[in-house]
């Protein structure tokens, strides 16, 4: 139960009208994994890190990035400079300067074992220069117009209290200091994260002094804690309660086309991928997905709107594009696939798989809306032109992992980028580390041509050419079927009514962006 205390007006619009003494209680929809910000950009392991840490350039609501720490300028087309806001504290109370920015860029290079880290964002810059205390210039090889976009991922540590810290030191508080709003009090790994409110916070003072973000990725379970008043708000409302929380006269719903897609990877790389076979169990001569007539097919054979209306329950449009509408580097002149399950059958036919073969599909079952519900949909559809399937779902916590070691020969992902050259850098670009390229390209697609698009776009610095660039890298990547685009999500939290919440295309759940109406 929220117990607000008027304390003092003040004008700020970070500080709000008033100030309150007050709990606020959240239901996150998947579990985090770590507390160590450099260790995997998973965004559910982002939402709770970034109530504790800051970094350089944020991001708003609509995608767009904007000064965090702080502002920078090009003085020419590969040097970078950012000058950090002053008098900005860790939580100890010590000053942010330019040493704990170069240390949190250079950490993200060093992190091992990691599933799928930070060190894609770090890669172009290949100099940095502490000018002084409050400047540091970053160079790139070539012009790169993503250093800032890429640095909105990079969280802030303090040198001194990470310099030799464990996940195990994150995860207990101990390394846990940042400059960010909330200082971490517990991590209760699969259960919860509390948080008290930083007094000294350099934006002002919020009016939640303890927020607990609460692990809840059972859809049920979040919205009966929102409805029994256990929780102030929730992420991610399940498609089957909106119309019920909707009629709700004790709540409010906020909404926002998403940034994410979710999409198949298909493997195009290994000859006998996992979960692929002839009808009878053996194994194909060869893997049928390198052939871009049976991706097609498989791309006909799904019905994407009625996913989006039926399945998603309108909570979805149909993509094409490997981001959204509002991203920059979406192509409109893209559209998605028109299901065609007739023709699907003629090009599985021409590419020699007349009766079809058997594929099974993995999935996570409580990351992406309605995803276990999704995977089985499309399964039905591949039924139906003649390729057997079945579905593997799982946890998230071990849905990863699998994954990212390539235990699947069809995976469902769903990725939110703030641009599309961004996007297929990880999506799609041929697997290079030393480039940071295809950190998530499980499918092992490659292709010079696509490469060299998203090369191009990204060394350009003018907004206008590399979106034009950008956006033929999506339509190429789009042509080549490199992963199956099934639809965006639209995103909806729930809060009690005397609550606000400005919707994020990001999806981001941020308690210090809730205030009180």
Known sequence: MLKRLIIAACASAWTLTAVFAADLNIGLSADVTTFDPHFVAAQPNLTAQKHVFDTLVYVDERGRPIPGLATWKTTDSVTWEFTLRRGVKFHDGSELTTDDVLFSLDRTLNIKGSPGGYATYVRPIIAKEIVDRYTIRLKTAAPYGGVAQDLSEVQIVQKRAAQNATGEDFDSGRAAIGTGPYKLVRFARGSRIELARNDDYWRGRLPWEKVTLHILPSDPVRTAALLSGQLDAIEHVPTADLARLRKDPSLRLEQAVSWRTIFLHLDQYREHPPGVSGKDGKALERNPFKDARVRRALSKAINRRAIAERVMEGLALPAANVVSPSVFGHDPAVKPEPYDPKGARQLLAEAGYPDGFRVSIATPNNRYINDEQVAQT???????????????????????????????????????????????????GTTNPEKGYGTWNWSGYSNPELDALIERSLATVDPRKRETIARQASALAAREMAFLPLHYQIVTWAMKKNLSYAARTDEFTFAHHFKPR
């Not at 039905?380 to 020969?409: N, W």
């Open 378 to 428: 499309v399964a039905q559809m591949f039924s139906r032109i003649g390729i057997e399937t079945r579905v593997d779902a799982m946890p998230l916590s071990a849905y990863f992992g699998r994954a990212r070691k390539r235990d699947f020969g069809i995976a469902l992902l769903g990725w939110g980028s703030l641009a599309a050259d961004l996007a297929l850098r990880s999506l799609a």
